[in-house]
């Protein structure tokens, strides 16, 4: 029996964990949670994640676990998505914590409400615009004369912070002012057998 | 040579640090960072941390790990605080994402403004309030029953949630209204050898 993943595929945290599976071709079965239709605050839906939260993964034995970081680690444990070397592994893990913290509040709910709540880029609250800014000056600091974030290999870190990176122009982020930001986006897509978001 | 904690007394995500050193003894220096003197928003301080957050730690040969969380999993690896069975390892990490996410995002943020900004309990934005106490609502269900949060010893993820939980009347949250998250917090606080926060 394979895994089953609960997500909604608009979003980017759902498919970091699609992203994960596929690459390392595991078995999975996707189940659609329509969260615009409210489908994530369902009865039925909260028992298996009281934090009303998609991606949740239901393991074969029918544990479920959710957290679209804490899912990757688990699924990618042993593989080459997480550096072997115990700080690489903190450092790629600091990525995960700020991806959460420092980009996603921004980067994905800019676009959540310009896509998903037609609200003009205009309107968009100011903080969420400067932040997101902030949050993409950071990559492209990182970034610089860098293939990937951690390490010189793909890790859960680049496939993290990709996930709403490539469509942070949906939330109006210009990332042409990010050169360096924008081709690793493409060499992580790559990567990943993606094609880029128009 | 000894790791140096970068940190402020006053911040929770610094304690976490703390926490764990003490609990594994582990030397440390604690270098005091204030906060609200600006002092993690120092060309300096950036340059250690360009997240221009606290806490960071210098391990003994130079190099710099941030994010409370990050930080502990790497100082704490091989310990008792890490479960050794990998989904409950897996459920520990699905608490540390959701505290960054879901809990210190408000708890934090309401007992800072109006512990250092000044601000009335009144004044605070409604969302803070009630995304704060479904936080707390939350641990009251996962913690019914229980001894700790994951699995029957302390864990990270205790330790990572306690530190702004014990510190949530000081924003205007009311713990005995969550009389399992506050039997919880004593005990964590005594398992630490923490007295109470007045």
Request: aromatic share 10%.
């Amino acid at each position: 029996m394979t895994i089953r993943i609960f997500g909604d595929s608009i979003s980017g945290n759902c498919l970091k964990v699609k992203f994960v599976c596929d690459l390392l071709r595991i078995a999975y079965q996707w189940e659609e949670v329509d969260i615009l239709k409210g489908e994530s605050r369902t009865a039925a839906f909260l028992a298996t994640n009281p934090a009303g939260q998609v991606p949740v993964v239901l393991l074969s034995d029918g544990r479920a676990l959710a957290q679209s970081n804490a899912i990757m680690l688990y699924l990618a444990e042993g593989s080459s998505l997480i550096p072997g070397d115990a700080f690489a592994r903190a450092k790629m893990v600091e990525w995960l914590f700020w991806e959460q913290y420092s980009h996603e509040p921004y980067i994905a709910v800019a676009r959540f409400q310009v896509m998903y709540q037609q609200k003009p880029v205009t309107e968009l609250e100011p903080r969420l615009i400067e932040r997101g800014n902030a949050a993409l000056a950071r990559l492209q600091t990182a970034l610089r004369g860098r293939t990937f974030l951690v390490g010189s290999e793909l890790t859960l870190a680049d496939i993290s912070l990709v996930a709403y990176t490539r469509m942070a122009h949906q939330g109006g982020f210009d990332l042409a002012a990010y050169e360096d930001v924008q081709a690793w986006v493409r060499r992580v897509e790559s990567t990943l057998g993606l094609a880029a978001i128009a």
